[in-house]
């Protein structure tokens, strides 16, 4: 009989790993899911139907092209990745994180981000065994350069993760602002872009102009999240090195195909985001119009609210058959707060009729809006 080794994981794994409460992703099964930002339109019929032509193709007995030079290239074409940028392909944003965090994570080195943003800025950051540092938001979530620049002289980050459009809040950050803090930065700046397509301006210039600023995208709100596909672009001085820390062939053959040929499209993808983007202010307005809720001003493709009593809102609304995100307890600046994605006509429909029946519950009769 062997012997007991006697490991188990909390003999093996650092304490901040056991720590750490995993990423969860709720059933949506039977639900009008909106709460994971995707984009709710399918493909055109002969567009779906030629890239199944396509993916029928690929010879999924092969590993996949190393380094992906002809999706590279219609990333380029669609995109207008500045000339003198390189590109970096990763399995969704995540990994792309996971790399940037791994390639500094020096003794001591500190990852830095303002908060409330994407969570997995600090989580990535516990996985790497990086410290973690932070500065808040303005409560009607603007930056605060001077913050930012406080917590850049104090901890020294190696890297700061800036995104905009911001993650939960919904709002970008002003251009002079991102430029401020990349001029005064002692390292690396990471723009994330990943809801580019559904605001009024993008960043990407800032990777030709910036000798430490990158900029991240990920076409998982863009149409093609099962595809899990998202982008580095910066100096080839800093992509040649963080190539060495990417995992040999973790963009596989299917998604290369598949992205390669809707990028081809582009324009299909583009007109779904402007009918997102026009869905977004009438659903904004309708919910506003609803009492005891607060909505703020959103340049993604969700929109984030405040209601008197976020649980049961989220609990009524999934009652009713609409699942959203709660993330009032995310952030004390996100006290009371709800995320919605913005989806199709009758999916936003659902939505409102759902939620003004769940804030008549929860408020009760007679109660003042």
């Known amino acids: 009989m062997a012997a007991e080794s006697g490991a188990s994981p909390q003999t093996l794994l650092r304490p901040e790993v056991l720590a750490l409460a995993a990423y969860h992703v709720p059933d ?13 339109w399918a493909l055109p019929p002969e567009l779906a139907a030629d890239l199944g032509r396509q993916l029928a193709g690929v010879a999924i007995n092969r590993y996949p092209t190393a380094d992906a030079p002809v999706l590279k290239a219609a990333i380029r074409k669609a995109l207008g990745v500045p000339e003198g940028c390189s590109i970096l392909l990763g399995n969704g944003s995540d990994e792309i994180i996971q790399l940037l965090a791994l390639a500094v994570a020096r003794p001591g080195a500190v990852l830095a981000s303002v908060e409330p943003t994407f969570v997995m800025f600090r989580m990535i950051a516990t996985f790497a065994g990086l410290r973690y540092a932070s500065c808040d938001l303005q409560p009607d979530f603007s930056i605060d350069v001077d913050a930012v620049l406080t917590l850049l002289e104090r901890e020294r980050p190696a890297i700061l993760f800036l995104a905009t459009p911001n993650n939960p809040t919904g709002n970008a950050h002003p251009r002079e602002a991102i430029e401020r803090i990349a001029a005064a930065a002692p390292g690396l700046v990471v723009v994330d872009e990943a809801y580019y397509a559904f605001g009024d301006g993008s960043y990407l210039d800032l990777a030709a102009r910036y000798p430490n600023v990158l900029v991240m995208r990920t076409f998982s709100k863009l149409g093609m999240a099962g595809l899990r596909l ?23 053959a299917l998604t290369q195909a598949a992205a390669t040929r809707l990028l081809a499209d582009y324009a299909v993808l583009a007109d779904q985001a402007r009918r997102i983007r026009e869905a977004r202010a009438p659903l904004a307005t309708a919910i506003a119009a609803l009492p005891g809720t607060e909505v703020f001003g959103s340049e993604a493709n969700f929109i984030l609210f405040r209601v008197p009593d976020a649980q049961r809102t989220f609990d009524g609304l999934l009652e009713r058959g609409v699942l959203v995100k709660n993330v009032s307890r995310a952030h004390a600046l996100l006290a009371g707060c709800l995320r919605v994605t913005v989806g199709t006509p009758g999916e936003n429909d659902r939505f409102l009729d759902a939620l003004a029946r769940t804030l008549a519950a929860v408020q009760g009769p007679g109660l003042p809006g």
Do not use: Q, T
């Open 28 to 40: 949506a099964s039977g639900l009008v899911k909106l709460d994971a930002m995707e984009n709710p």
């Open 230 to 252: 998202g982008f580095l672009v910066g100096a080839r001085a800093w992509l040649d090195e963080l190539e060495k820390l990417r995992l040999p062939y973790n963009i596989n």
